[in-house]
């Protein structure tokens, strides 16, 4: 088999912003195959499938029809991050490998019942952060578990976004629904990034996390208003008594040179690095202001090629699916797919716990809310019963 034949459940922004590039246009689109396509919101659905000709009987309103009518290998599963579970369960007990954008799931008992279903299966699940291929990270990461820099002891990230990101006065929206940041957190839209990154590189697993959120900002908003944090900051503590800060938000003035100002400084027993990753090197002075390119993400090449670490992380969970199906894959390749930090669970323990929280956490009259702390271990026995002991070992 020289390629995957896949399905595209879900053909919302996601798919606009990055996959189609990687389906049509990326150094990975020989390994592919777009089959067919599915999604209920039927405008959006036609848009994606006459662009890239797929003709009217593989355009599917329910991704089950999709699945029992279409001879696929592999599913992506573009859902919103509450409805990975489904789409992703169904196509594993039917024999196809699933490709979920990050975050595995939102919750931990949907991300369990996803592992569950893999491992009763055989098959895949490959989970997209992007950050994984970013080069810095790469090379941070091989650089820590060399043993570069000791042993960590405590890091500061940052992921801040302009405002207009979360301000649904702002034209064009960047979100449809006008309630998206009160829905959604930082800490499920921005969070999730920066703490899979980090874990990435330390390889830790996390066991206490309190979070503190502001609402200060989102909340003077007009004519709309949002009751929603502008700004989290999520305490994780790790099994090696290291301890990081992440810090995201929604609400920087929209002259930020970068629309999202990110950062990491990590300190460890025997050195300290600086990830400045929104300064990739290339800056413009141009007549609306001075902004930060990030070509390394994705760059739109002369020839009609999409490449960057946006392409190159799914892209290559697309040739480990490809190598598996034809027997190439090799034992270590698998096991570390099968990783749980691969699979990105401990990122949504993370942001649960991070939830959880703030949740139980009490609301100050200044607009700041306290979280708890959240030891991960309760947390696990409190949503997996008994099924808890797999983390805990
Ligand atoms: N790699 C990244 O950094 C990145 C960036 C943006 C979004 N994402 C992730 O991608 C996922 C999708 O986000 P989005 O921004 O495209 O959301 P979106 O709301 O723009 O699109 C989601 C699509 O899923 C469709 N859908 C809902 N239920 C469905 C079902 N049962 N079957 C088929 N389709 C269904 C919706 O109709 C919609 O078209 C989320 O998990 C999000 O976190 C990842």
């Not at 689109?29 to 999604?39: Q, V």
Request: aromatic residues 8%; negative net charge; proline residues 5%.
């Amino acid at each position: 088999m020289d390629k995957i034949r896949l399905g595209v459940i879900g053909t919302g922004s996601v798919v606009r912003e990055i996959y189609q590039h990687l389906y049509y246009h990326s150094e990975y689109s020989h390994l592919l195959s777009i089959e067919a396509a599915a999604d209920p919101y039927e405008a959006g659905l036609h848009e994606f499938c006459d662009k890239h000709n797929i003709p009217r009987d593989r355009r599917f309103t329910s991704y089950e029809k999709m699945i029992e009518s279409v001879k696929l290998d592999a599913v992506q599963v573009n859902t919103p991050d509450s409805l990975h579970e489904k789409p992703t369960i169904f196509a594993l007990t039917r024999g196809l490998d699933a490709m979920v954008p990050k975050p595995l799931a939102d919750t931990i008992t949907a991300g369990h019942h996803m592992i569950q279903a893999m491992k009763a299966s055989g098959r895949l699940i490959g989970v997209d952060f992007h950050k994984r291929d970013d080069p810095r990270i790469k090379e941070c990461q091989a650089r820590y578990q060399s043993g570069a820099y000791g042993r960590f002891q405590l890091a500061v990230w940052y992921m801040v976004d302009k405002l207009m990101v979360a301000d649904p006065n702002h034209q064009p929206r960047f979100f449809a629904s006008p309630d998206f940041a009160q829905k959604n957190s930082p800490i499920s839209f921005l969070t999730v990034h920066m703490a899979d990154a980090f874990m990435r590189i330390i390889g830790l697993k996390p066991v206490k996390v309190r979070a503190r959120g502001w609402k200060q900002k989102l909340s003077s908003l007009k004519p709309i208003s949002v009751n929603g944090y502008d700004l989290c900051d999520t305490e994780v503590v790790f099994e090696n008594g290291g301890v990081a800060h992440i810090i995201t938000g929604w609400h920087l003035p929209n002259t930020a040179h970068a629309t999202t100002v990110q950062s990491s400084r990590i300190i460890c027993t025997d050195g300290c690095v600086d990830l400045g990753l929104d300064t990739p090197g290339y800056h413009e002075i141009i007549p609306d202001g001075i902004f930060e390119r990030n070509p390394l993400f994705r760059n739109f090449e002369a020839d009609g090629t999409v490449t960057g670490y946006g392409m190159s992380r799914p892209g290559r969970i697309y040739q480990k699916f490809l190598k598996h199906r034809n027997g190439d894959l090799a034992a270590r390749e698998l096991a570390t797919l099968n990783d749980l930090f691969e699979l990105g669970f401990w990122t949504t323990v993370v942001c649960e716990a991070a939830e959880q929280s703030l949740h139980r956490g009490k609301p100050g009259d200044q607009g700041v809310t306290e979280g708890v702390e959240i030891s991960v271990a309760d947390l696990l026995k409190e949503r997996l019963g008994a099924e808890a002991s797999v983390y805990l070992s």
